[in-house]
C-alpha cells in the first residue's frame, strides 16, 4: 500500500454502504489515519476499521438540518495536517462522484498540503448492482448519465439541459433526488421522454434496509413513489426492467 504520511489528507470513499464494498486502500488509510472526518451517508460500521485511538469527527451534511459549511470542513482538515496528523477524510460512495471531493483537494492544494484520493464504489454503480439493474447491457444501452439533481441552494439545478438528456442518454441515473422526484418527471416527459418508460427508485443502496421501488416515468411525473424514502437513487430506462431477473436480493417493491 502506498505510505500514508503525517501531515498529509486522504480523501477515502467509503461506498454506498456494505461494508464489503470498501476497497482494500481505503481500509488501510481508515487504519492508519489519526483523525477520520467522516459523512452522514457513511455506514457505522465502517469507522470499526479506525484505530481504536483514532480521533472520529462526523462533519456530514443533511438537507434542512444545521450542518457545517464548506469551508469549515476545509479548514479542519487543513489545520488538523499542519498539526501533523494523518488525516482522512471519508465520502460516502466516491469522493469524486457529487461528493464535493474535487473541491477540498483544491482547497489543500492551495494550502499546499498534500493529498491522495482513496477511490470508492459509487452508488450509481454498485447501489444499482445490488437492486439487479446493470448500468448498461448490451441489447439496451451503450450509455450512462450520472446526474446530481439538485444545485448549491437545493433546488432542482438550472444547468442541466433536459432535452439534451432526454434525447442523449438511454438511461439516467440521478442522485440526490428524492425531494424533487415528481419535478424530474415531469422535466423529462416534457423534454420527450415517454410515459410509460421503467424507473426505479432505489433507497438505502447495498444495506439491509435497500427496498427498489418500480414505476414509470408518468407516476413518477404524478408523485406515485409510495414507499420511498431518503437517500434514493432514480434509475429512468429500460435497464430497470431487468431488476426482478438479476436482483440479488430479495428487497424489491412494486407499485401496483
Request: net charge neutral.
Amino acid at each position: 500500500m502506498p505510505p500514508f504520511p503525517r501531515g498529509c489528507v486522504w480523501l477515502v470513499g467509503a461506498g454506498p454502504g456494505d461494508l464489503g464494498l470498501l476497497t482494500l486502500q481505503a481500509a488501510w488509510a481508515l487504519a492508519q489515519a489519526d483523525i477520520v472526518f467522516f459523512d452522514a451517508l457513511v455506514n457505522e460500521e465502517v469507522l470499526r476499521l479506525t484505530r481504536v485511538d483514532a480521533e472520529l469527527s462526523f462533519v456530514g451534511k443533511r438537507a434542512g438540518r444545521p450542518s457545517p459549511k464548506q469551508p469549515e470542513i476545509t479548514s479542519l482538515l487543513v489545520t488538523a495536517a499542519r498539526s501533523g496528523k494523518r488525516v482522512a477524510r471519508l465520502k460516502g460512495g466516491d469522493p469524486y462522484v457529487f461528493g464535493r471531493g474535487a473541491e477540498e483537494a483544491q482547497a489543500l492544494v492551495a494550502a499546499g498540503v498534500p493529498f491522495r484520493v482513496a477511490s470508492g464504489v459509487t452508488a450509481g454503480v454498485g447501489g444499482l448492482a445490488a437492486a439487479g439493474i446493470p448500468v448498461t447491457h448490451r441489447e439496451i444501452n451503450q450509455a450512462v448519465t450520472f446526474i446530481t439533481a439538485h444545485d448549491a441552494g437545493g433546488g432542482l439545478s438550472e444547468r442541466l439541459d433536459w432535452p439534451a438528456l432526454a434525447a442523449g442518454s438511454p438511461v439516467l441515473v440521478v442522485y440526490m433526488g428524492f425531494r424533487l422526484m415528481r419535478e424530474i418527471g415531469t422535466r423529462l416527459l416534457a423534454a420527450g421522454r415517454q410515459a410509460e418508460e421503467p424507473v426505479a427508485i432505489v433507497c438505502h443502496a447495498t444495506t439491509v434496509r435497500q427496498k427498489v421501488i418500480r414505476t414509470t416515468l408518468g407516476r413518477l411525473a404524478a408523485g406515485d413513489a409510495e414507499g420511498a424514502e431518503a437517500p434514493a437513487l432514480i434509475v429512468v430506462g429500460e435497464v430497470v426492467a431487468l431488476a426482478p431477473v438479476l436482483s440479488p436480493f430479495s428487497f424489491a417493491e412494486s407499485i401496483a
